[in-house]
């Protein structure tokens, strides 16, 4: 299934770097590349079986907690969203990738 990941400026900075999407990237995530209040972006999709994979996956490539809560007023920084609709699964990412990493 098609997962999507969103962050949000929670407490006034982005959590995620350039380097962190870029890694997103390398590990099979489809990164939203767009420049938006200083962020590189701010949202990515994946297909992958489970949404515990795509988390761990996320959690592996950024080092951050998908449940670190953020600001008290802003709310958390991770959002996983899962598809509301039925429709074609999107071809698998090109996994290739991954072995650019150092
Ligand atoms: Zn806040």
Not at 21 to 36: M, Y
Not at 46 to 73: F, K, N, Y
């Amino acid at each position: 299934m098609k997962i999507t990941y969103r962050t949000n400026n929670s407490g006034g900075g982005w959590w995620l770097s350039t380097e962190d999407w870029v890694g997103l990237e390398a590990a099979g995530w489809t990164v939203q590349w767009e420049n938006w209040l200083g962020a590189s972006a701010t949202s990515a999709t994946i297909e992958m079986d489970t949404m515990e994979d795509a988390i761990a996956l996320w959690e592996r490539v950024t080092g951050q907690d998908s449940t670190d809560p953020g600001c008290s007023c802003c709310g958390q920084p991770h959002y996983f969203y899962e598809p509301y609709e039925e429709g074609p699964r999107p071809p698998r990412p090109d996994r290739s990738v991954i072995l650019t990493e150092d």
